[in-house]
């Protein structure tokens, strides 16, 4: 960080005309700045209008925790890190996230390399799951694999296929198409498994908990059914030969949150440890498939806690050198660099794989995972490369229609939640509307596809303790029975319903959430882990920051809170900056001491812009709530900060800043 000269604020924007009244002045590398004392809100150069006001969630900062740290959490962290300061910081972080036992602390947290595995026959009816198989193996039975078609489900099946493959075993897979059958398992699906595919054994992947009806229908068909899922478990369960599912763990055990993935490697675990004796051929087949299990981890947003930190760790590293044809491409596809992280996954690889199950087939996705050949691999994922190009263009007309429903239909002071729905929506890519409408909102998002007789939903929670999404539908079903078929988890979950039922539905929902949430509090609260001096944010801070990787749900990125602050230069950034479509900015930040630093402000740009324009001294005296990150972008370097929301410095508790004052005292002596 360096010093920067007193200069009024610069807002560069690529392409756009009608920053301010000052004229622009054209740069040789066609990037257009003005210089401005006081940025005012873009306008469209035909109309003169501002850009539509946007709504605005209205947000509170908390410190995570201000109790003293125990002293055996700070033992413990300097002694198995690399300088007090790391030590400290690493104390500091896995005490703000409730994380205080020793033993889990120091195996999957600080010394994942001695951690030391959970059996797989942990997990309640995992022996009666290995014993039927085992049984269909000798027997030479018909096996087939039934997945979902989200990431967790298509890894799920092609981990378990080329695990089946290993052992020499030859299995078919069945993936039902979204569009024609659903989620879940169905009887039209299961007499043509039994009748034309011949099977004896199916085997479900991150599905089949909430399918009791489906599975005694199997049942009677004489076929064995074998569910490995990790969703809530209902009140009725399924009839089946086994029910392998972490949820019915302790909360604290090292697998109670593995995702379907998590449960097919640990399927697949003791199938490999059982018929391969050769101790390092085993080992570096089950090592093998890690790399489908981290892609299933991250895109499922399971929680990062645990055994799935020590599996997505060792995906990582398995992801970053995979030899499946079908990842080596996808990772080509999400960019340049060949290291694979939580972010790359998260933002890259697993909305590729998901496209081919919302728009089309979601076997496309699995058989990229498990060909063996080049040119099929760059084939499809060429394809998926396509379809996701498609699926983000109408989930922004989703998005863009839903919002605009939910400003014209939804009271969005007193209501708790918001229920959308219409005949023009693709329910492939609903979900995706549903957690963009959360972002906007900060609302529990009811939002259903109303094509066709049978309508479909997808539903997303937000950060409540109260509040567990399957526990009200639950409710609602019990109440009402409302649902044609519904599950999921506390966060997300899905349904169908009659479509002649949508308006009763959207009445029912309404009505349970203002009267079993009308006390309770909905602002967003932005959890900061302390408050840092900017000349404190180096290379060095942010390596400190990485000892406790990887990060996710259940081990959040640490949030930090610096200022006041001044911005010197604003940069629009898009690809549509000549439509104005405005979402993303760089800042360039100052402190009082002439420390300063870069950095960026997702899907906020609109807020920002119009907030500033309202407000003229927020660039003067501005507070932001960040995660440090380091910027490589054409071989160079360079600290960036991710922007997790911005306030003016007096509206922020000066408890939270107290740290950044302390400093600055010592400067200033």
């Given at each position: 960080?360096?010093?920067?000269?007193n200069?009024?604020p610069i807002?560069e924007?690529?392409?756009?005309?009608?920053?301010?009244?000052?004229?622009?002045?054209?740069?040789?590398?066609?990037?257009?700045?003005?210089?401005?004392?006081?940025?005012?809100?873009?306008?469209?150069?035909?109309?003169?209008?501002?850009?539509?006001?946007?709504?605005?969630?209205?947000?509170?900062w908390?410190?995570r925790t201000?109790?003293e740290?125990?002293q055996?959490i700070?033992?413990?962290?300097?002694e198995?890190?690399?300088?007090?300061?790391q030590?400290?910081l690493?104390?500091?972080?896995?005490f703000n996230r409730?994380?205080?036992d020793p033993?889990?602390?120091k195996?999957?947290?600080l010394?994942?390399d001695?951690?030391?595995?959970?059996?797989a026959?942990?997990?309640p009816?995992?022996d009666?799951?290995?014993?039927?198989?085992?049984?269909?193996?000798?027997a030479?039975?018909?096996?087939?694999i039934y997945?979902?078609?989200?990431?967790?489900?298509?890894?799920?099946?092609?981990?378990l296929?080329?695990a089946?493959?290993?052992?020499?075993v030859k299995?078919d897979?069945?993936i039902?198409?979204?569009?024609?059958?659903?989620y879940?398992?169905?009887?039209?699906?299961?007499?043509?498994?039994?009748?034309?595919?011949?099977a004896?054994?199916?085997?479900?992947?991150?599905?089949?908990?909430?399918n009791?009806e489906?599975?005694?229908?199997?049942?009677?068909?004489g076929?064995?059914?074998i569910?490995?899922?990790?969703?809530?478990?209902?009140?009725?369960?399924?009839?089946?030969?086994?029910?392998?599912?972490p949820?019915?763990?302790?909360?604290?055990?090292?697998?109670?949150?593995?995702?379907?993935?998590?449960?097919?490697y640990?399927?697949?675990?003791?199938?490999?440890?059982?018929?391969i004796?050769?101790d390092?051929?085993?080992?570096?087949?089950?090592?093998?498939?890690?790399?489908l299990?981290?892609?299933?981890?991250?895109?499922?947003?399971?929680?990062l806690?645990?055994?799935?930190?020590?599996?997505?760790?060792?995906?990582?590293?398995?992801?970053?050198?995979?030899?499946?044809?079908?990842?080596?491409?996808?990772?080509?596809?999400s960019g340049?660099?060949?290291?694979?992280?939580?972010?790359?996954i998260?933002?890259g690889?697993?909305?590729?794989?998901?496209?081919?199950?919302?728009?089309?087939?979601?076997k496309?996705?699995?058989?990229?995972?498990?060909?063996?050949?080049?040119?099929?691999?760059k084939?499809?994922?060429e394809?998926?490369?396509?379809?996701?190009?498609?699926?983000?263009?109408?989930?922004e007309?989703?998005?863009?229609e839903?919002i605009?429903?939910?400003?014209?239909?939804?009271?969005?002071?007193?209501?708790?939640?918001?229920?959308?729905g219409?005949d023009?929506?693709?329910?492939?890519?609903?979900g995706?509307a549903?957690?963009?409408?959360?972002?906007k909102f900060?609302?529990p998002?009811?939002?259903?596809?109303?094509?066709?007789?049978?309508?479909?939903?997808?539903?997303?929670?937000?950060n409540?303790?109260n509040?567990?999404?399957?526990?009200e539908?639950?409710?609602l079903?019990n109440?009402?029975n409302?649902?044609?078929?519904f599950?999921?988890?506390?966060?997300?979950?899905g349904?169908?319903?009659?479509?002649?039922?949508?308006?009763?539905l959207r009445e029912?929902?309404?009505?349970h959430?203002?009267?079993?949430?009308?006390?309770?509090d909905?602002t967003?609260v932005?959890n900061i882990?302390?408050?840092?001096?900017?000349?404190?944010?180096?290379e060095?801070?942010?390596?400190?920051?990485e000892?406790?990787?990887?990060?996710?749900?259940?081990?959040?990125?640490?949030?930090f809170?610096?200022?006041?602050?001044k911005?010197?230069k604003?940069t629009?950034?898009?690809?549509?900056?000549?439509?104005?479509?405005?979402k993303?900015?760089?800042?360039q930040?100052?402190?009082?001491?002439?420390n300063?630093?870069?950095?960026?402000?997702?899907n906020?740009?609109?807020?920002?812009?119009?907030d500033?324009?309202?407000?003229?001294?927020l660039?003067?005296?501005?507070?932001?709530?960040?995660?440090?990150?380091i910027?490589?972008?054409?071989?160079?370097?360079?600290?960036q900060?991710?922007?997790?929301d911005y306030?003016?410095?007096?509206?922020?508790?000066?408890?939270?800043?107290?740290?950044?004052k302390?400093?600055e005292?010592?400067?200033?002596?």
């Amino acid at each position: 960080m360096n010093a920067v000269s007193n200069q009024r604020p610069i807002i560069e924007a690529p392409g756009v005309n009608g920053v301010n009244t000052a004229p622009h002045k054209a740069k040789p590398n066609n990037t257009q700045e003005t210089r401005v004392a006081d940025p005012k809100l873009h306008t469209d150069n035909n109309t003169n209008k501002p850009i539509k006001n946007t709504y605005k969630v209205s947000t509170k900062w908390s410190l995570r925790t201000e109790a003293e740290i125990p002293q055996e959490i700070q033992d413990l962290c300097l002694e198995n890190t690399n300088s007090r300061r790391q030590g400290f910081l690493a104390a500091r972080l896995l005490f703000n996230r409730g994380i205080s036992d020793p033993e889990l602390i120091k195996n999957f947290y600080l010394n994942m390399d001695e951690a030391k595995p959970s059996h797989a026959f942990e997990i309640p009816d995992m022996d009666k799951a290995f014993e039927r198989i085992q049984k269909a193996i000798s027997a030479n039975e018909k096996i087939i694999i039934y997945g979902d078609y989200d990431v967790d489900g298509t890894t799920s099946v092609a981990l378990l296929k080329r695990a089946f493959e290993m052992l020499g075993v030859k299995v078919d897979y069945y993936i039902p198409n979204r569009h024609e059958e659903g989620y879940g398992l169905n009887k039209e699906a299961i007499q043509k498994i039994k009748h034309e595919l011949g099977a004896d054994l199916m085997i479900t992947c991150d599905c089949g908990i909430s399918n009791s009806e489906e599975v005694d229908f199997a049942n009677k068909l004489g076929l064995d059914v074998i569910i490995t899922d990790h969703h809530s478990i209902p009140e009725n369960k399924p009839n089946s030969i086994a029910n392998c599912n972490p949820k019915t763990l302790a909360e604290n055990h090292p697998l109670a949150h593995l995702p379907g993935v998590g449960v097919a490697y640990k399927l697949a675990e003791v199938l490999l440890e059982e018929n391969i004796k050769n101790d390092a051929k085993r080992k570096e087949l089950q090592q093998s498939l890690l790399d489908l299990v981290a892609l299933g981890i991250v895109a499922d947003l399971a929680q990062l806690k645990g055994e799935n930190r020590l599996l997505c760790e060792e995906g990582l590293k398995v992801l970053s050198k995979t030899k499946k044809h079908g990842l080596r491409e996808l990772l080509i596809a999400s960019g340049s660099n060949p290291k694979a992280n939580t972010d790359r996954i998260g933002f890259g690889i697993g909305p590729r794989i998901n496209a081919a199950g919302r728009l089309s087939d979601a076997k496309k996705a699995v058989e990229l995972m498990t060909t063996e050949d080049d040119y099929t691999a760059k084939e499809l994922c060429e394809n998926l490369n396509q379809e996701n190009i498609s699926r983000r263009e109408i989930c922004e007309q989703i998005t863009e229609e839903a919002i605009n429903q939910v400003l014209n239909t939804i009271d969005l002071r007193n209501d708790k939640v918001i229920v959308v729905g219409s005949d023009d929506w693709h329910h492939g890519v609903i979900g995706i509307a549903a957690s963009r409408l959360v972002e906007k909102f900060h609302l529990p998002v009811f939002i259903v596809s109303l094509s066709g007789e049978k309508s479909r939903g997808s539903v997303r929670g937000i950060n409540n303790s109260n509040l567990d999404i399957f526990k009200e539908m639950q409710t609602l079903q019990n109440q009402h029975n409302i649902f044609s078929k519904f599950g999921g988890h506390p966060m997300a979950a899905g349904f169908s319903i009659k479509k002649e039922n949508f308006h009763r539905l959207r009445e029912l929902i309404k009505h349970h959430f203002r009267k079993k949430f009308k006390d309770e509090d909905f602002t967003k609260v932005i959890n900061i882990d302390s408050s840092i001096h900017l000349s404190e944010v180096n290379e060095e801070f942010i390596r400190d920051i990485e000892k406790l990787a990887p990060y996710g749900i259940g081990n959040p990125k640490p949030v930090f809170a610096t200022g006041p602050l001044k911005v010197t230069k604003i940069t629009l950034l898009g690809k549509n900056l000549e439509d104005h479509e405005i979402k993303h900015l760089k800042l360039q930040l100052e402190d009082g001491q002439g420390n300063t630093v870069e950095a960026v402000l997702w899907n906020k740009a609109q807020d920002f812009l119009q907030d500033i324009n309202m407000n003229p001294n927020l660039k003067n005296n501005l507070s932001i709530a960040f995660t440090p990150q380091i910027n490589e972008f054409r071989g160079r370097r360079s600290i960036q900060l991710d922007i997790k929301d911005y306030k003016e410095t007096e509206q922020v508790d000066e408890k939270i800043l107290a740290r950044v004052k302390q400093v600055e005292a010592r400067f200033k002596k």
